[in-house]
């Protein structure tokens, strides 16, 4: 069992920056790759970015790659989503999730998942 809780949610002007937390327990941590998704509301939940178990490798979507970036510390069980430059459309729930698949955009592919954190961003 895997149970992840995210954090730094709120309200942020646009052009500023955010950090997202997602702290994970379970004593298989170590052994799952662990994404980022959001979503808005009425839309689909879309894919942010992924890095792997040993936090070698990170898989960013495309439209994003230039503003965020994702890492984790597995020393103390937590996976970070640094946002800069924030604009009113990257405004939604931002979750995490696991999964023991690498490269997964499709929240389908994970096992398990947090209860999110909101972000909002100001004109």
């Known amino acids: 069992q895997v149970v992840l809780v995210e954090s730094g949610g709120g309200l942020v002007q646009a052009g500023n920056s955010l950090r997202l937390s997602c702290a994970i327990s379970?004593?298989?941590?170590?052994?799952?790759?662990v994404g980022w998704f959001r979503q808005a509301p009425e839309k689909e939940r879309e894919f942010v970015a992924q890095?792997?178990?040993?936090?070698?490798?990170?898989y960013i979507a495309d439209s994003m790659k230039a503003r965020f970036a994702i890492s984790r510390d597995n020393g103390w069980n937590t996976v970070y989503l640094q946002m800069n430059s924030l604009k009113p459309e990257d405004a939604a729930t931002y979750y995490c999730?696991?999964?023991?698949?690498?490269?997964?955009?499709?929240?389908?592919?994970?096992?398990?998942w947090g209860r999110g954190t909101q972000v909002t961003v100001s004109s």
């Open positions: 379970g004593h298989t941590f170590t052994s799952y790759n």
């Open positions: 890095i792997s178990a040993s936090g070698t490798y990170t």
């Open positions: 999730a696991a999964t023991k698949l690498w490269q997964r955009v499709n929240p389908i592919d994970y096992d398990y």
